[in-house]
């Protein structure tokens, strides 16, 4: 699932990841979906019918700019507000009134991309570019492998 902002360069890797998938085929055994900056979409995917859940969105981690890092969705509610500047934080939230209100909850991640850019514009930055494929390549084995699952 892509969350993020196309609109924003880097906050709108997830998007572009997607979008890389689909127009290679390598979707196969899972799902891509866009929800943009709505996290809500989430919502109806909270059923016993969903296995995992695998959020792709940027994230300021405090890392260097382009790395990438899986952590779980309860990794979040746990840090601190400067380590994770992103939509996780919402989408913590979100996933806790989902449990609240009796909707199953499926083994949910995070896979955080450190931008390098996040100002008005339609483009990623060169070196998030460059790596698109890696990203994709990434998140498809993690997806497929089960490597590292986190639980919420």
Not at 62 to 84: E, P
Not at 85 to 109: D, F, M, N, R, T
Not at 125 to 145: G, H, M, N, P, V
Request: hydrophobic share 45%.
């Amino acid at each position: 699932i892509a969350i993020g902002n196309v609109m924003r360069s880097d906050d709108g890797i997830g998007a572009h990841i997607v979008q890389y998938i689909l127009h290679n085929q390598l979707e196969q055994g899972f799902i891509t979906l866009d929800f943009a900056t709505n996290a809500w979409g989430i919502l109806p995917l909270l059923n016993s019918n969903t296995e995992k859940l695998l959020i792709i969105d940027c994230a300021k981690m405090g890392k260097t700019s382009a790395s990438y890092q899986f952590f779980s969705l309860d990794s979040v509610a746990y840090r601190d507000k400067h380590t994770v500047e992103s939509h996780e934080s919402s989408i913590v939230e979100l996933v806790k009134l989902a449990q609240q209100c009796g909707y199953h909850i499926p083994c949910i991640s995070i896979m955080g991309i450190e931008p390098a850019c996040v100002t008005f514009g339609l483009s990623l930055s060169a070196i998030i570019e460059a790596r698109l494929a890696e990203y994709a390549d990434q998140a498809i084995d993690f997806i497929l492998c089960n490597r590292g699952s986190y639980c919420l």
